[in-house]
């Protein structure tokens, strides 16, 4: 988990461009925390931490929407 104490958060292991695209570059390998985590409304709930993570990104926060339409699939952060 290093990197997400810093003055900008980000997980060393996040590789890319926020926004743009990304990839954890150790997914086979990543820690439970990260396996537990799931993305706002990817399985029906919201998850306030998933929409803080992305608006402070400057992402917008996603919506039950977003994962029934596979063309407007919402960028990885
Ligand atoms: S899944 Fe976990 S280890 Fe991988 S980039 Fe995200 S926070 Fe980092």
């Not at 104490?5 to 996040?14: T, V």
């Not at 998933?50 to 919402?74: H, I, M, Y």
Request: glycine share 8%.
């Amino acid at each position: 988990m290093q990197g997400t104490n810093g003055s900008s958060p980000r997980c060393i292991a996040l590789m890319g461009i926020i926004g743009k695209q990304v990839y954890c570059s150790i997914y086979e390998k990543r820690a439970s925390v990260c396996r537990d985590f799931q993305p706002a409304w990817l399985k029906g709930e919201p998850n306030e931490r998933c929409d803080k993570a992305r608006l402070q990104w400057g992402l917008s926060v996603l919506t039950p929407e977003v994962w029934n339409q596979p063309d407007n699939f919402p960028k990885a952060a």
